[in-house]
C-alpha cells in the first residue's frame, strides 16, 4: 500500500502524486471500497483507482536507481531482428510498454530513433506508428526522469547525454 505524498507511475498514463486515501465522497464511486486519489505532475487528468487496482503501479525510481538506470542506457541493445519486420512492429511496441520495463521502453526508443535517422538519411519520414510510439515510450521514461531529478520533460534528453557523456553528476 502507498501513502498521501508518495509519486507513483501509474499504468502508462504517467507519473502521479498520491493526494488522498480513503472512501470516496462521489456517488459513481464504490463506497464500499477504499481508493487513491492520483493528481499528475505533469499532464493528465486527477484519476481516482481503488486501492486493490489491477492497473500497474509503482513508485517512482530513486535518484540512485535513475542515475543507475541512465549509465546503462547507453548497454540497453536493441534487437536487430525485430527492427526488420515491420509488419509487427506495432505489436512488439505495445508488448514492449505493456511490459512496463524500463528497459525495454529504452529499447523501443532507441530502436524507433535508429529508424528515424536511416528515414532522414533517405528522405523520408517515420512511419506514423513508429512516431506514434516512440511519444509514448518517451513520454513513459521521461516524464519518470523528470519526476525523480525534479526537471521538465522536455528537459530529460539533454539531462540523460550530460550524464552519459560525463558533464553532470
Known amino acids: 500500500m502507498y501513502s498521501v505524498g508518495d509519486i507513483v507511475v501509474y499504468g502508462n498514463k504517467g507519473v502521479y502524486r498520491i493526494d488522498e486515501i480513503g472512501l470516496p465522497q462521489m456517488d459513481w464511486l464504490k463506497p464500499q471500497r477504499e481508493y487513491y486519489t492520483l493528481i499528475p505532475l505533469f499532464d493528465g487528468e486527477r484519476i481516482y483507482t481503488p486501492i486493490d487496482t489491477p492497473v500497474f503501479m509503482r513508485k517512482i525510481m530513486t535518484k540512485v536507481e535513475a542515475m543507475d538506470f541512465i549509465m546503462r542506457m ?43 535517422l536511416a528515414s532522414k538519411d533517405k528522405g523520408k519520414k517515420l512511419a506514423q506508428v513508429d512516431e506514434k510510439y516512440l511519444k509514448q515510450a518517451a513520454g513513459i521514461l521521461y516524464r519518470e526522469l523528470a519526476a525523480v531529478f525534479d526537471i521538465e520533460p522536455e528537459a530529460v534528453t539533454d539531462f540523460i547525454c550530460d550524464i552519459i557523456d560525463g558533464k553532470t553528476v
Do not use: F, Q
Open 74 to 116: 547507453p548497454d540497453i541493445l536493441v534487437d536487430e531482428n525485430e527492427c526488420k519486420n515491420p509488419r509487427s512492429m506495432e505489436s512488439y511496441y505495445k508488448t514492449a510498454l505493456e511490459s512496463h520495463s524500463l528497459d525495454k521502453v529504452t529499447m523501443v526508443i532507441k530502436m524507433i530513433y535508429a529508424k528515424k
